[in-house]
T-cell receptor, first 116, second 109 residues
Framework: IAGITQAPTSQILAAGRRMTLRCTQDMRHNAMYWYRQDLGLGLRLIHY???????GKGEVPDGYSVSRANTDDFPLTLASAVPSQTSVYFC???????????????FGPGTRLTVL | GQNIDQPTEMTATEGAIVQINCTYQ??????LFWYQQHAGEAPTFLSY??LDGLEEKGRFSSFLSRSKGYSYLLLKELQMKDSASYLCAVMDSNYQLIWGAGTKLIIKP
């Protein structure tokens, strides 16, 4: 089934631990994104990748890192988790970056992360 | 700074019509998107506007006025399953999406 998968679905993590959230898409989209969503706030971009081999910082990148070794995978790593990173994390992908409907982003089901 | 404003919450009756407004101030404009998000689920794409005017898609329509920095999402013949949050997002000059906080729509029978 085409789309985006994320793992794990949910996780409870002790502060200070390292954690990698996985994201895989099979739509051959060029661009991929990581967002966090907190109650009362809009989706906030953490990191993005316009194409395999490149990454960029979004609005809230501190404490997170990403890599894009191939088209399909875009893992997000929390090097040393803190309670303020408790959130729902969504991965998304889009086909184009030239303006137009191909810029539409498609989302994975999300990972609910709690840092204690 | 960049800003997207939309009402926090709206209530409407099953079978009625509701209009959800969105105003924006962004660095450049490369299109406006509306997404629907049911509680506990991921956002799903509803509509895209880049030119002024109304785009109709079944029970849902989206309107854009670039000169006013304004859009609305119109939902007709409301159904209980339309209870969800509706997210407005604008693509800026760097092709990054700027998101509003979302409007929670409550449908009452």
């Amino acid at each position: 089934i085409a789309g985006i998968t994320q793992a794990p679905t949910s996780q409870i993590l002790a502060a200070g631990r390292r954690m990698t959230l996985r994201c895989t898409q099979d739509m051959r989209h060029n661009a991929m994104y990581w967002y966090r969503q907190d109650l009362g706030l809009g989706l906030r971009l953490i990191h993005y990748s316009n194409t395999a081999g490149t990454t960029g910082k979004g609005e809230v990148p501190d404490g997170y890192s990403v890599s894009r070794a191939n088209t399909d995978d875009f893992p997000l790593t929390l090097a040393s988790a803190v309670p303020s990173q408790t959130s729902v994390y969504f991965c998304a992908s889009s086909d184009g970056l030239a303006g137009g409907p191909t810029d539409t982003q498609y989302f994975g089901p999300g990972t609910r992360l709690t840092v204690l | 700074g960049q800003n997207i404003d939309q009402p926090t919450e709206m209530t409407a009756t099953e079978g009625a019509i509701v209009q959800i407004n969105c105003t924006y101030q962004t660095s450049g404009f490369n299109g406006l998107f509306w997404y629907q998000q049911h509680a506990g689920e991921a956002p799903t794409f509803l509509s895209y506007n880049v030119l002024d005017g109304l785009e109709e898609k079944g029970r849902f329509s989206s309107f854009l006025s670039r000169s006013k920095g304004y859009s609305y999402l119109l939902l007709k013949e409301l159904q209980m399953k339309d209870s969800a949050s509706y997210l407005c997002a604008v693509m800026d000059s760097n092709y990054q999406l700027i998101w509003g906080a979302g409007t929670k729509l409550i449908i009452k029978p």
